[in-house]
């Protein structure tokens, strides 16, 4: 079984340009979350979805967004681009169900963002 | 809210020693409590989870952790540490019984160094 796969695995960019970054979760997952790993503020979680509904989302501003397809792939993107976002962004997938709290997640290789 | 603690940015210990890496959490019920590994430039590998039953729980690479319900605790173990375990190792725990369905958090991560 293939595992989650990240896109593109790296990425420069200036302020206030924007990104969008994609993640293909496992086969069968229907949860997808995102997380932004920093050295400063460790593994911060930006959001999740299931079956192309957000149903939680992390203390980050309005720039950060997402979205999931019909698919499960996943998309976040990042508008106006501020120098503290350079950091890897890691997505996980995880449980077909819906109550599965309880399954454990499994994480791409990440996309490492510089923002010069 | 729940939240989980390591106390101890970096460990280190002698190839051949046991090791041990801590982790405590606060939540309001029965918690969910995952252990993962980060090699460099590297995404999250799951190791082992606690959801209920048996508090040793036995996970890769000769890994274990022991629940601890009255400290509140889930320490990661190996019997005898490889060099090849240096890495990050992350703690996680979601609340399966505050409402709605509750997102992971993880632990700030600890450096674990395995000496020659």
């Known amino acids: 079984k293939a595992g989650v796969t990240q896109t593109p695995r790296y990425l420069i960019k200036t302020r206030g340009q924007q990104v969008t970054l994609s993640c293909s979760p496992i086969s069968g997952h229907r949860s997808v979350s995102w997380y932004q790993q920093t050295p400063g503020q460790g593994l911060q979680f930006l959001f999740e979805?299931?079956?192309?509904?957000?149903?939680n989302k992390g203390n980050f501003p309005g720039r950060f967004s997402g979205r999931q397809f019909s698919n499960s792939r996943s998309e976040m993107n990042v508008s106006t681009l501020e120098l503290g976002d350079s950091a890897l962004y890691l997505c996980a997938s995880s449980s077909p169900w819906e109550t599965s709290g309880y399954n454990e997640q499994f994480f791409g290789p990440g996309t490492r963002l510089t923002v010069l | 809210a729940q939240s989980v603690a390591q106390p101890e940015d970096q460990v280190n210990v002698a190839e051949g020693n046991p090791l041990t890496v801590k982790c405590t959490y606060s939540?309001?019920?029965?918690?969910?409590l995952f252990w993962y590994v980060q090699y460099p430039n590297r995404g999250l590998q799951f190791l082992l989870k606690?959801?209920?039953?048996?508090?040793l729980v036995k996970g890769s690479y000769g890994f274990e952790a022991e629940f601890n319900k009255s400290q509140t605790s889930f320490h990661l173990k190996k019997p005898s540490a490889l060099v090849s375990d240096s890495a990050l190792y992350f703690c996680a725990v979601r609340d399966p019984n505050s409402g709605g369905y509750q997102k992971v958090t993880f632990g700030t991560g600890t450096k674990l160094q395995v000496i020659p």
């Open positions: 606690y959801i209920t039953g048996d508090n």
């Open positions: 979805y299931f079956s192309e509904t957000q149903r």
């Open positions: 939540v309001s019920g029965n918690p969910y």
